[in-house]
């Protein structure tokens, strides 16, 4: 069942008996699961806000003249 449903050890499991079903809810860290993705992944590097915003509009400007 751990492996089907990827409960790992120590994973937090709510099982309830309704209507003759069991139902199972699962709990998660979200702070803790988003840390072992950071470190998994690749590294990312700082963007300049100004620099981004204004790379958005010149996009935004080029595809409104492509449009006329």
Known sequence: MRKAL??????????????NKIILKMYF???AMFERIAKSGKSVSKI???AAFEEELEERY???L???
Do not use: N, W, Y
């Open 66 to 68: 492509s449009g006329l």
């Open 48 to 50: 300049d806000p100004q």
């Open 29 to 31: 860290d979200a702070v």
């Open 62 to 64: 080029k595809r409104t």
């Open 6 to 19: 990827k409960i790992e050890p120590g994973s937090k499991v709510l099982f309830r008996l309704e209507c």
